[in-house]
């Protein structure tokens, strides 16, 4: 969720009426089926930490509350566990439709009140609320020649964008739906989106991996086999501050990599390595050609930054170079 600098719409509607007619409460939900109120589903969307920690609650007890007032399950990554290209987390809402619908609702209530209200302002707050939908969704959404978007907008009256794919992180199958408006204008549109996507059965196949952009990104699920030449670890402990949690202490590694497979860590234009880094938050240096670890004929990868870093460098590094194996 950011900061909406301005009233941003592309569909402007000016009478009072239809601007009752859009509200989240008064409006008709969309496609009316006996079956949607007892149709399990999600909806996962983006909030930076600071937002994360307000729905979170001193020792949990404001997503405890939420959780018991909506019925439904909201689940957050951890702080860590980021959506790639963002430094924001990841937060899950599941259950029955209406139970997550009212949960968004406290959400989004409780963020408006605290990071975007004015005070003594007399115009209610506009913020930008961004959902996370598989790319194979994302086509229902938009319907033939921007039909049901355009739809959505007109009765909402919100804004409503759909991010292109982006390339840049390999694996990454999901875009960013961004949601501007108030609360109603948010809520309606909301509304109107997951009623759309709960008939999607492709939609649901995500709902087993809630954050999977951590297993992939943040190397949790790793190994540390040396798969295909990728060298022995040899930890440099350079400034090490012993009073400093482990995730912060700046460490180095050096692990080495057959030189003929160097070119793949680095990718074209050196592409592969600055994702590498960028993901994992480290800083990765390559030996010059010649420059082999003593007695091998492997290139020396000197990984430096926190531990977690370095270890999610390595394995994204290790994983790049075990495709060779599976090509020969």
Same mark, same amino acid.
């Given at each position: 969720?950011?900061? @909406?600098?301005? =009233? +941003?719409?592309?569909?402007?509607?000016?009478?009072? #009426?239809?601007?009752?007619?859009?509200? *989240?409460?008064? %409006?008709?939900?969309?496609?009316?089926?006996?079956?949607?109120?007892?149709?399990?589903?999600?909806?996962?969307?983006?909030?930076?930490?600071?937002?994360?920690?307000?729905?979170?609650?001193?020792?949990?007890?404001?997503?405890?509350?939420?959780?018991?007032?909506?019925?439904?399950?909201?689940?957050?990554?951890?702080?860590?566990?980021?959506?790639?290209?963002?430094?924001?987390?990841?937060?899950?809402?599941?259950?029955?439709?209406?139970?997550?619908?009212?949960?968004?609702?406290?959400?989004?209530?409780?963020?408006?009140? @605290?990071?975007? =209200? +004015?005070?003594?302002?007399?115009?209610?707050?506009? #913020?930008?609320?961004?959902?996370?939908? *598989?790319?194979? %969704?994302?086509?229902?959404?938009?319907?033939?020649?921007?039909?049901?978007?355009?739809?959505?907008?007109?009765?909402?009256?919100?804004?409503?964008?759909?991010?292109?794919?982006?390339?840049?992180?390999?694996?990454?199958?999901?875009?960013?739906?961004?949601?501007?408006?108030?609360?109603?204008?948010?809520?309606?549109?909301?509304?109107?989106?997951?009623?759309?996507?709960?008939?999607?059965?492709?939609?649901?196949?995500?709902?087993?991996?809630?954050?999977?952009?951590?297993?992939?990104?943040?190397?949790?699920?790793?190994?540390?086999?040396?798969?295909?030449?990728?060298?022995?670890?040899?930890?440099?402990?350079?400034?090490?501050?012993?009073?400093?949690?482990?995730?912060?202490?700046?460490?180095?590694?050096?692990?080495?990599?057959?030189?003929?497979?160097?070119?793949?860590?680095?990718?074209?234009?050196?592409?592969?390595?600055?994702?590498?880094?960028?993901?994992?938050?480290?800083?990765?240096?390559?030996?010059?050609?010649?420059?082999?670890?003593?007695?091998?004929?492997?290139?020396?990868?000197?990984?430096?930054?926190?531990?977690r870093a370095i270890r999610t460098a390595e394995s994204m590094i290790s994983r790049k170079v075990?495709?060779?194996?599976?090509?020969?």
């Open positions: 969720m950011a900061m @909406e600098g301005g =009233a +941003e719409s592309n569909y402007n509607s000016s009478t009072e #009426s239809q601007l009752e007619q859009s509200s *989240p409460r008064k %409006s008709p939900p969309p496609l009316p089926s006996q079956d949607h109120e007892e149709k399990a589903t999600y909806v996962k969307f983006l909030l930076s930490n600071a937002e994360a920690g307000s729905i979170i609650g001193k020792g949990g007890s404001t997503i405890t509350e939420f959780q018991s007032r909506s019925g439904a399950r909201i689940q957050l990554s951890r702080n860590y566990e980021v959506f790639p290209g963002t430094p924001d987390r990841i937060v899950m809402v599941s259950g029955f439709l209406d139970d997550i619908l009212k949960a968004v609702d406290l959400i989004l209530g409780k963020l408006m009140d @605290e990071f975007y =209200a +004015e005070d003594g302002g007399d115009v209610d707050p506009r #913020s930008k609320f961004r959902l996370v939908v *598989p790319n194979s %969704s994302c086509g229902g959404i938009i319907g033939k020649g921007g039909a049901t978007i355009k739809s959505f907008i007109e009765d909402s009256r919100a804004g409503i964008k759909i991010s292109p794919q982006d390339y840049n992180f390999p694996g990454l199958h999901d875009r960013i739906v961004t949601v501007t408006g108030t609360l109603e204008e948010q809520m309606r549109a909301i509304e109107l989106i997951l009623f759309k996507l709960a008939d999607d059965p492709y939609y649901m196949q995500s709902m087993n991996a809630p954050f999977q952009y951590a297993a992939v990104y943040v190397g949790m699920n790793y190994g540390y086999g040396p798969p295909n030449r990728v060298g022995g670890r040899y930890p440099n402990n350079r400034q090490q501050n012993k009073v400093a949690p482990l995730e912060v202490r700046d460490n180095s590694m050096t692990i080495g990599v057959a030189d003929e497979h160097v070119g793949l860590v680095l990718g074209r234009n050196g592409r592969s390595i600055i994702e590498i880094s960028q993901l994992s938050g480290a800083r990765i240096k390559i030996s010059d050609r010649g420059d082999f670890l003593s007695g091998t004929s492997d290139r020396k990868v000197t990984i430096t930054g926190s531990q075990a495709t060779i194996s599976v090509r020969e």
